[in-house]
Nanobody
Framework: QVQLVESGGGLVQPGGSLRLSCVASGSAFSFYTMAWYRQAPGNGRELVAAITSGGSTNYVDSVSGRFTISRDNAKNTVYLQMNSLKPEDTAVYYC?????????WGKGTLVTVSS
């Protein structure tokens, strides 16, 4: 069983930056594909960025060049650095860990981009 705890959300002005963190409990963190999803009001949950155990990354087109996902296996932590934030980035951001049939979610952290 893996528990995921996100932090780092908050209110930021357009053009600003935030860094989200997700700490995972349990062992074998380095084997998991880690990802960040988001869900805006009235919308479904969408994949924002993912990083494999080998360090390969992928991003949804709308954040490519602005967001960076990274991981620190020694700290059981995955990060999402978000730059040049836009109002449309406003959402609850969820951390996800996936390995084979195992799939775990955090409770989410709210990011609000507004002036």
């Amino acid at each position: 069983q893996v528990q995921l705890v996100e932090s780092g959300g908050g209110l930021v002005q357009p053009g600003g930056s935030l860094r989200l963190s997700c700490v995972a409990s349990g062992s074998a963190f380095s084997f998991y594909t880690m990802a960040w999803y988001r869900q805006a009001p009235g919308n479904g949950r969408e994949l924002v960025a993912a990083i494999t155990s080998g360090g390969s990354t992928n991003y949804v087109d709308s954040v490519s060049g602005r967001f960076t996902i990274s991981r620190d296996n020694a700290k059981n932590t995955v990060y999402l650095q978000m730059n040049s934030l836009k109002p449309e980035d406003t959402a609850v951001y969820y951390c996800n860990a996936r390995l084979d049939l195992r799939n775990y979610w955090g409770k989410g952290t709210l990011v609000t981009v507004s002036s």
